[in-house]
């Protein structure tokens, strides 16, 4: 169970941030065809694909509505998003083996990362083609996360 902090003054701003945040379900024949190698072999019956799509669709789809803006990081693509979070691991099994160097590291390996990633793939490019269009502000980032163009509500700046 979830404890939220109560506050007695007013809150002028709450930041919700994640992965998915704002992503529409898609299409059931979206479905059908796996993304990747992890989707046909650990989710031949489409139950995991299914069921995320459900989950879009009805209580995710109730909370993104509550926003009152959407604001988009994009990555410029998939392999990108899977550089930057093995560059992520790296620098926390760096920062484990500093403080802890008697202990066994315990962060992914790079194959462990890509599996892990790839459970996500979907989401990810799904979200990649959807969102731009549906968010009030975009920061397009480069390669190296720098911002590349900001654009706001179909607006480029």
């Known amino acids: ?20 945040i704002g992503i ?10 796996p993304v990747n190698e992890t989707e046909a072999n650990k989710d031949a019956d489409r139950v995991w694909r299914a069921e995320v799509n459900r989950q879009l669709e009805a209580d995710y789809a109730t909370l993104f509505a509550e926003l009152d803006a959407l604001l988009l990081l994009q ?27 008697a202990l066994m590291d315990p962060t992914m390996t790079q194959s462990e990362v890509a599996d892990f990633v790839l459970h996500y793939q979907r989401l990810t ?4 083609a959807t969102l731009p ?23 480029a700046a």
């Open 24 to 33: 529409p379900p898609q299409p059931d024949e979206a479905l059908v065809q």
């Open 133 to 155: 269009d549906r968010a009030d502000c975009v920061w397009e980032l480069t390669e190296d996360r720098t911002v590349g163009k900001m654009r706001l509500a179909g607006l």
């Open 75 to 101: 990555a410029p693509s998939f392999d990108a998003v899977f550089n930057w979070r093995w560059q992520q691991e790296q620098q926390l099994s760096r920062r484990f083996q500093q403080d802890h160097p």
């Open 125 to 128: 490019e799904h979200g990649m």
């Open 1 to 20: 169970m979830v404890h939220w902090r109560q506050e007695s003054a007013p809150v002028g701003l709450i930041l919700l941030e994640g992965w998915c």
